[in-house]
């Protein structure tokens, strides 16, 4: 039994996420007021008419008592009236139908205003997200941010459905009960209420420790989700590494502790309206006790204690909501805390307010003295300076983690440099509008994504207005226009997710097709053709000679054969440039790019 658990520990340490922390904040007002600012778009057509049917409902619920009470018992039935009779019954079932109608309208407007404003929070979360930096994805899983968008903001659905227009209600019937019982009988409302301290000491008592709970179980899905989010993106290595019972195990572990946390918090919320019952116990044995003296005494009639004891019953249900309203802004609350930390996030590349932009970039790239570290222990880039003149095939090459990704990085201001500047046509780009220069670049990497919908709507996604014609010319050009005839639907062809249906080369062939197609000025291919094999390789080698005419390139590769012939090659090691020239000229000089050349005509001898 100790080996089967240490087992699992050990497991569960390989699997282990740095956890995001639970948000300590205090309850305030002031968020939640943030919160349902998103209400403002309604305010003149949807949240008036559900408070005027809230008010109608309110004010026939207050009616009945009286009517069933003091004019049905003590006037028609105790003067055997029966006209009056007739009257208060007919009057009272209209009143009933008219508080079906209103509760029927509320419901339904309700509803639409709490889906329109989840709509637009989650449009709102969305929206920002794709604005942040990449700096912010590099820190957060895929899990963690869908649980943001989609979890979260679906856990307020009912607080905006029904726990705001509840919220309402119950404070004006609370109010307009305790009135009415004051006015029935004084004595013996201030006998009942004497409950009332206790009810506060629940709620206060409860509070904070279920405000808890329900971070805990906002932290527990979010761990949950970016494991099933990554298990799902690498079946193929677990499958290949035999590691689906270490990752069922893992996956145990935190369904776990999902399910406990709900179960806590369930339990820690279920408290609260049971004890909400025992006070009403004792304020309805109060009631009897002290009613009955009441009546006794003559001070109060029949009627008068039937009407009291159904406002009684009336105010305690009120304050069972309230509770129950006060969890739903408590997991609001939870939720609302996570859902403003990403929408407070500021982008760290941020685009100036008197951003500039190109009317026609030439494509002119200078890096001056360019520093730059994703963290603050090791520089990507150690002040190197380079210049890719306009319409040059510029090659990066160096070791893996020599900074050629990084220089890319930079000239789509992905990232801004921690020193020096980026220039392109003699304009620092912290200075130019964001989406103006990322319109003019494009970019094909190693790991290709292809997105769900058809091999067309893939080739377009860099510009969705193409015309068929031009989809199928930049498909001709790299060399894809054969495999996507040989394709069942052809260019209509739907693929899934990652575009699985395709090889490894067909994917990428798609991706230099989508580069292509938006006619950048700026082409960047980053270790783009490693996984194409030879001969689909010197057809896209022969295409882009003819297609990068008058464009910047820059190409970043292992394979050397790819760059022989770039105008220019940068030779980058740890964030500095050992040597820069063309191919022949490296060569002659029988420095690093030599040896580089040498070591790996040597293993293709070797192969």
Known sequence: MNKQKQKKEAILSRFQYSSEDVIEKPFNWKQMLRLFSYLKPYRKKLLPLSIVMVMINTAVRLAIPILIGVYTLDQALAEKDSTLLTTLVSVILALYLLSYGANYFRIKWMNTLGQNVIYDLRKHLFTHVQTLSHRFFDQRSAGSILVRILNDINSLQELFTNGIINLLMDMILLVGIFVILFTLSPELTLAVMVILPIMFFISTSLRRNIRR???????????????????????????????????????????????????????????????????????????????????????????EFVSF??????????????????????????????????????????????????????????????????????????????????????????????????????????????????????????????????????????????????????????????????????????????????????????????????????????????????????????????????????????????????????????????????????????????EEGSHDELMEQKGHYHQLVKAQFNMLDAG
């Open 213 to 303: 709970s329900w971070q805990t179980v906002r932290l527990k899905q979010s761990k949950l989700n970016s494991h099933l989010n990554e298990s799902i993106q690498g079946i193929r290595v677990t499958q290949s590494f035999t590691q689906e019972k270490e990752n069922m195990v893992f996956f145990d572990g935190v369904n776990t502790e999902n399910f406990l946390s709900w179960k806590t918090a369930s339990r820690k919320n279920a408290m609260f309206r049971p004890l909400v019952e025992l006070t009403n116990a004792i304020g309805t044995a109060v009631l009897i006790w002290f009613g009955a003296s009441l009546i006794q005494s003559g001070s109060l009639s029949i009627g």
């Open 309 to 578: 004891a159904f406002y009684l019953g009336m105010f305690w249900e009120p304050i069972g909501r309230l509770g129950m309203v006060y969890n739903q802004l408590l997991m609001g609350m939870a939720s609302s805390e996570r859902i403003f930390e990403f929408l407070d996030e500021k982008p760290i590349v941020a685009e100036k307010s008197d951003a500039v932009s190109f009317k026609e970039m030439r494509g002119h790239i200078e890096f001056e003295n360019t520093v730059f570290s994703y963290n603050e222990k090791r520089k990507a880039l150690k002040g190197i300076n380079l210049e890719m003149k306009a319409g040059e095939t510029v090659a990066l090459v160096g070791h893996t983690g020599s900074g050629k990704t990084t220089v890319a990085n930079l000239i789509s201001r992905f990232y801004d440099p921690t020193g020096g500047t980026v220039k392109i046509d003699g304009v620092n780009l912290k200075d130019v509008s964001l989406a103006n220069l990322r319109s003019q670049i494009s970019i094909v990497l190693q790991d290709t994504f292809i997105f769900s919908g058809t091999i067309g709507d893939n080739i377009r996604f860099g510009k969705p207005d193409a015309t068929e014609n031009q989809v199928m010319d930049a498909a001709k050009a790299v060399g894809a226009h054969d495999f996507i005839q040989r394709l069942p639907n052809g260019y209509e062809t739907e693929v899934e997710e990652r575009g699985n249906i395709l090889s490894v080369g067909e994917r990428q062939l798609l991706s230099f097709a989508r580069a292509l197609l938006a006619d950048p000025r700026i082409l960047i291919l980053d270790e783009a053709t490693a996984s194409i094999d030879t001969e689909t390789e010197v057809r896209i080698q022969t295409a882009l000679k003819k297609l990068l005419q008058g464009r910047t390139a820059i190409i970043i590769a292992h394979r050397l054969s790819t760059i022989r012939d770039a105008d220019k090659i940068f030779v980058l090691d740890h964030g500095e440039i050992l």
